[in-house]
């Protein structure tokens, strides 16, 4: 059972947009502005697409936008592209205690 | 640009080691501005962060509080790589194994550059 609450799918239509939720508590997301989102495709690696909830590394879309609201964040992707077509992962900063936890990720369907 | 690549056995027997590399090229393992994790990935766990190492004047460990009695990272400067040892494995630590930099300081959860991951399963 995973420390961060995604739900496990989400879909939409390309062009459409889409919003993927990550709740925790006030230990971590709630707590600190490390809220990190995370795209993989079948058989890679992880790639960063948000840090510090709404920040984007160089070469992400601005299409991927994140945002926080107390205990819960937010990743949207909207003008839905194919290659979106992904699992999503969140994650949080969580302290000297438990330091790093994650979502148990939401699969992105293109419909 | 950052690249970090795994080696190491896709096979462990129950109640042996786990040993895994990460060689880094594009950043040192002293950078005193990163931190350098291993995460696994399992369908049972999802991803489950392990733990860290990193350079800040000394050298520091963070490991997670469900491996932490079996938990060793270790740096090495001379290769600039850095690696995992997992002991007394059970069929539950089965997954794929990532290495992966943490940006921005030891404290941000940030993992912007990832290894290519590496299966490995425990069986007999």
């Known amino acids: 059972q995973s420390a961060l609450t995604q739900p496990p799918s989400a879909s939409g239509s390309p062009g459409q947009s889409v919003t993927i939720s990550c709740t925790g508590t006030s230990s971590d997301v709630g707590d600190y502005n490390y809220v990190s989102w995370y795209q993989q495709h079948p058989g890679k690696a992880p790639k960063l697409m948000i840090y510090e909830v709404s920040k984007r590394p160089s070469g992400v879309p601005d299409r991927f936008s994140g945002s926080k609201s107390g205990n819960t964040a937010s990743l949207t992707v909207s003008g839905l592209q194919a290659e979106d077509e992904a699992d999503y992962y969140c994650s949080s900063y969580a302290g000297s205690n438990n330091y790093v936890v994650f979502g148990g990720g939401t699969k992105l369907t293109v419909l | 640009q950052v690249q970090l690549q795994q080696s190491g056995p896709g096979l462990v027997k129950p109640s042996q080691t786990l040993s895994l590399t990460c060689a880094i090229s594009g950043d040192s393992v002293s950078s005193n501005s990163a931190a350098w994790n291993w995460i696994r990935q399992s369908p049972s766990r999802g991803l489950e962060w392990l733990g860290r190492?990193?350079?800040?004047?000394?050298?520091?460990?963070d490991y997670a509080v469900s491996v932490k009695s079996r938990i060793t990272i270790n740096p090495d400067t001379s290769k600039n790589q850095f690696s995992l040892q997992l002991n007394s494995v059970t069929p539950e630590d089965t997954a794929v194994y990532y290495c992966a930099r943490e940006t921005g300081g030891a404290a941000t959860a940030i993992f912007d550059y990832w290894g290519q991951g590496t299966l490995v399963t425990v069986s007999s």
């Open positions: 190492t990193y350079y800040r004047s000394k050298w520091y460990y």
